[in-house]
């Protein structure tokens, strides 16, 4: 047996369905119904910007080793996301521009890389979807070791293979399989609360008197 060194069978992931539902909701609401103490603030879109999500094809591997990820891209089903944990260290590059070509071609939904990406400039010019902690010129090694469909860390977030990936301009969260569904509703929730909000605040009748009584609860004096 091969202790760090194995290509695990997924058991689960989300539904398509499912996916499609979240693609109408902000990330920022997703983290609201998660109590706000989810997903990680240090993994920024590389790319033109835009939406990301879908069960996630998780990756560990030795920082700055790329080959266990080349294999999750033969893997991949269309609209996987490849969570990458590659320890968060930036000074090689896990993927680069030929390999989001290749991901991008097979119908890969995006990447989540905690580590670095390279062609940042062509990465950048493109709408498919890469999230990375960083950029480095140096490229990979491709000698392993590694794991595909085990349990990761993205910057202490954890991701289970087939969990929910979600990621837009305020960065990526991990909704938990088992609580894909609920959170998904009380989210739909949130986000109609903020959007009546909005238009109250554009009509000229939100109700700010909520302010006020907060502080005088919480002992703020006010002088005379």
Known sequence: ?????????????????????????????????????????????????????????????????????????????????IVVDAGG?????????????????????????????????????GSFPVFAAGVAHRGPYKDGPGEINCAISIDGMIVEPGDLVVADDDGVLCVPYDDAEAICKLTEAKKATEEKAIQQILAGTSDRRWVDEALQRLGCEFED
């Open 89 to 125: 260290v930036l000074v090689n590059a896990i993927i680069g521009e030929i390999m989001s070509t290749l991901a991008e071609k097979k119908g890969v939904a995006g990447f989540v890389i905690d580590g670095s990406i390279r062609d940042a400039g062509a990465i950048r010019a």
């Open 1 to 81: 047996m091969a202790i760090g060194f194995a290509i695990h069978k997924a058991k689960r992931k989300v539904s398509p369905d499912l996916v499609a539902r979240y693609r109408t909701l902000p990330v920022a609401n997703i983290s609201d119904s998660m109590s706000r103490i989810a997903g990680t603030n240090r993994l920024r879109p590389m790319h033109a910007g835009g939406w990301l999500g879908g069960p996630a094809l998780t990756v560990k591997t030795r920082p700055g080793d790329n080959l266990m990820v080349h294999k999750a891209i033969d893997l991949a089903q269309p609209g996987d996301v």
